[in-house]
């Protein structure tokens, strides 16, 4: 069972950075494809970025430009970077493990618990 945990959340204001980190516990990290979704409340589960095993980005378009994925298979460890952040960014994100890159949710079975990320205008 792989076992995900998300930190680095809090408040932040429009037009400010911050950086997510998503620690893993399954020793196969690196053969994984990894990603990041975010759930506001009231709302569905929101794919914002994966990255494949090979280091292929994909962003969804509400991100792409302001956001950063990157890995550490070494930790092993997943980054969120955000920057120019927007109140519209405000969600609960959730990093997950699987075998391909995908923006469907249900394409993934292992989930953190998430980090809460707060953006006031």
């Known amino acids: 069972q792989v076992q995900l945990a998300e930190s680095g959340g809090g408040l932040a204001q429009a037009g400010t950075s911050l950086r997510l980190s998503c620690t893993v516990s399954n020793q196969t990290f690196s053969k994984a494809a990894m990603a990041w979704f975010r759930q506001a409340p009231g709302k569905e589960r929101e794919f914002v970025a994966a990255?494949?095993?090979?280091?292929?980005?994909m962003y969804s378009d509400a991100v792409r430009g302001r956001f950063i994925i990157s890995r550490d298979n070494s930790k092993p460890a997943v980054y969120l970077q955000m920057n120019n952040l927007k109140p519209e960014d405000t969600a609960s994100y959730l990093c997950?493990?699987?075998?391909?890159?995908?923006?469907?949710?249900?394409?993934?079975?292992?989930w953190g618990r998430g980090t809460q990320v707060t953006v006031s205008s």
């Open positions: 990255q494949t095993r090979d280091n292929i980005t």
């Open positions: 997950t493990v699987g075998q391909f890159a995908s923006r469907w949710s249900r394409h993934y079975a292992n």
